[in-house]
């Protein structure tokens, strides 16, 4: 598949460890984030979101943690595998339906 | 399988020629969102119609343009191309202003 975003940054994590990956987001007045991976040759997947009136949400080997002071939104994984190998974006929406993702960051697996 | 599909796969085509691209939704959403995802720009949101509307715009150019159709699926109309037109082009669909689905996209190449 086509290679997404050839200059992203990359975070490259031992199989089995825990990967956090971090988004800076922009507008003060999004109230709904989503983290999104994406494989090679396909569509964004949904992975997890989370509103604004919360800062933390647990899923299935994901936690995604809000700190709306310093506007910042990140993304865990447990026991990582080679599986979660893809780009992941964090995405913002406003109630004036502005959505804007991040630049995306690419997780490499080392065995 | 997101539910959502989307025709062409792929595409070439010449600069100053005009192309639709196409996408249904899944069952029982309403809203319909197009990205555009370029190697150097990362994912773009253009723009959101919802139950044949358009309900949100982002960095979509003067020479694109969408409708959603009475059976909510909605066309992608790209005119005047150039070469920095080239780039995956992925539609979403959403029940509400929430988890989108994306689909697997169609890959233009203007030459």
């Known amino acids: 598949g086509e290679s997404v975003g050839l200059h992203l940054p990359t975070l490259s994590v031992q199989e089995g460890d825990n990967s956090i990956i971090n988004c800076a987001y922009s507008n003060s007045a999004s109230d709904y984030f989503i983290w999104y991976k994406q494989e090679s040759g396909k569509g964004p997947q949904f992975i997890i979101d989370i509103r604004s009136n919360m800062d933390k949400r647990q899923g299935q080997r994901v936690t995604v943690l809000l700190n709306k002071t310093v506007k910042h939104l990140s993304l865990q994984i447990a026991a990582t595998q080679p599986g979660d190998s893809a780009v992941y974006f964090c995405a913002e929406y406003s109630s004036a339906s502005k959505i804007i993702f991040g630049s995306g960051t690419r997780l490499s697996i080392r065995p | 399988d997101s539910g959502v599909t989307q025709t062409p796969k792929h595409l070439i085509t010449a600069t100053g020629q005009r192309v639709t691209l196409r996408c249904s939704p899944r069952s029982g959403d309403l809203s319909v969102y197009w990205y555009q995802q370029s190697l150097d720009q990362g994912l773009q949101f253009l723009i959101q119609?919802?139950?044949?509307?358009?309900?949100a715009k982002g960095n979509i150019l003067e020479r694109f343009s969408a409708q959603q159709f009475p059976d909510l699926h909605s066309e992608l109309n790209l005119s005047s191309l150039e070469l920095g037109d080239s780039a995956l082009y992925f539609c979403?669909?959403?029940?509400?202003?929430?988890?989108?689905?994306f689909g697997p996209g169609t890959r233009l190449t203007v030459l």
């Open positions: 979403a669909s959403s029940l509400k202003l929430d988890e989108q689905f």
């Open positions: 119609y919802y139950n044949g509307e358009e309900r």
